[in-house]
């Protein structure tokens, strides 16, 4: 199993770009989770989902829009991109989040709004 | 919501030494508090969790307590070696609601040799 897998590894954008960050994993978890990361911060969730067409806001998602059409895929979209939201973006999966919560990270994206 | 405080955010240990980091939550509901590693550029990965049924787990040279009461859990590193060096996050999930995690702010811990 690859787990987690995330791309790109790095991108910089310009103000108002819009851009993918792709998430896959090939564990057959139902939920699935984006994380961003700022230094010296803890993980904020952007969003997350529970399965197949239900995604619901966390703590931080203004500026984000998330679709969940498969089980293995959870794509971030950002719009217009701002420097605020400079980061490092985490996805992450668990089979569930009661009963067995262990939640699996990907590499990364480090973005860069310039 | 859950509110997560974590510290210290540096801890520096000789090698040898054993580390704690504290974590305190405010949410009654949260029952389930897991402890992440993240190693310079990745992820971070689950290196042991406890449930709130629970008061001390193990696992070798990691231990992490719970006290229901005060609200507050703590990671034990004993014969920390260099390759612990990292940064460590607490979390807690609360079984109120949509069962997310809220995490601290990370403990970057160095081990020098």
């Known amino acids: 199993n690859a787990g987690v897998t995330q791309t790109p590894k790095f991108r910089i954008l310009k103000i108002g770009q819009s851009m993918t960050l792709q998430c896959t994993q090939d564990m057959n978890h139902n939920y699935m989770y984006w994380y961003r990361q700022d230094p010296g911060m803890g993980l904020k969730l952007i969003y997350y989902s529970v399965g197949a067409g239900i995604t619901d806001k966390g703590e931080v998602p203004n500026g984000y829009n998330v679709s969940r059409s498969t089980t293995e895929d959870f794509p971030l979209r950002l719009e217009l991109a701002a420097p605020s939201q400079t980061s490092v973006y985490f996805c992450a999966s668990s089979y569930s989040q009661e009963f067995y919560n262990e939640q699996f990270f990907g590499p990364g994206t480090r973005l860069t709004v310039l | 919501g859950e509110n997560v405080e974590q510290h210290p955010s540096t801890l520096s240990v000789q090698e040898g030494d054993s580390a704690v980091i504290k974590c305190t939550y405010s949410?009654?509901?949260?029952?389930?508090f897991p402890w992440y590693k993240q190693e310079l550029g990745k992820g971070p990965q689950l290196i042991i969790d406890i449930r709130s049924n629970v008061g001390e787990k193990k696992d070798q040279r990691i231990a992490v307590t719970l006290n229901k009461t005060a609200k507050h859990f703590s990671l034990h590193i004993t014969e920390t070696q260099p390759e612990d060096s990292a940064v460590y996050f607490c979390a807690a999930f609360s079984s109120g609601g949509s069962y997310i995690p809220t995490f601290g702010r990370g403990t970057s811990l160095i081990v020098h040799p």
């Open positions: 949410d009654s509901a949260s029952n389930y």
